[in-house]
């Protein structure tokens, strides 16, 4: 039981209710690519979901875009990951390649700054995958809901072929 609930008792749940209701708890494909289940992504700990639960995407874009309103919660040094919150509290983690941490930026180049607030939409990183490719690692990217325990149930409502903005979760 968190300090609000403690505090305010049943009004905390009701406005936790009304906050994690409606069409807005949706998450978008965050770029163009491949839709994969999360255990084929070749790193254990995304496969296995210890960071929460997601899928991957094998990128065929170049930039990775809000997929929802928000703010900019996070900006790894390296620039492969970045961390975001909505509006409605879904925190959500978008993992660029798998051990990309080695190339220390390289191949990344950041559009926006951390505590920035985006919309639906906004650039947030672009990625030269060729960079990525050249160095012998994975392309395939992870998006991970870091906090699904506090949230409804997650959907994974796309599959297959996606384009940025396509809904990729739902939360009911």
């Known amino acids: 039981m968190g300090f609000f609930d403690r505090l305010f008792g049943s009004r905390a749940e009701a406005a936790e209710e009304t906050r994690f209701s409606g069409e807005k708890m949706v998450v978008k494909a965050p770029i163009d690519g491949i839709v994969l289940p999360l255990e084929q992504l070749p790193d254990e700990t995304f496969a296995a979901a210890i960071l929460g639960p997601g899928c991957g995407i094998e990128p065929t874009g170049d930039t990775v875009f809000a997929p929802f309103d928000g703010r900019v ?3 790894a040094s390296t620039l492969h990951a970045i961390g975001l919150e909505s509006d409605e509290g879904i925190e959500l ?8 941490i080695t190339l220390r930026g390289s191949g990344f180049t950041l559009l926006v700054q951390e505590g920035q607030t985006v919309r639906a939409g906004t650039p947030l990183l672009r990625v030269d995958l060729d960079v990525i490719r050249a160095a012998g690692l994975s392309t395939e990217s992870a998006v991970i809901v870091t906090n699904a325990d506090d949230l409804p149930a997650l959907h994974l409502t ?3 072929i996606v384009s940025t903005g396509t809904p990729l979760f739902k939360f009911e």
């Open 93 to 100: 983690l978008i993992h660029i390649g798998m051990d990309t």
């Open 73 to 75: 919660v996070s900006v």
């Open 158 to 160: 796309a599959g297959g």
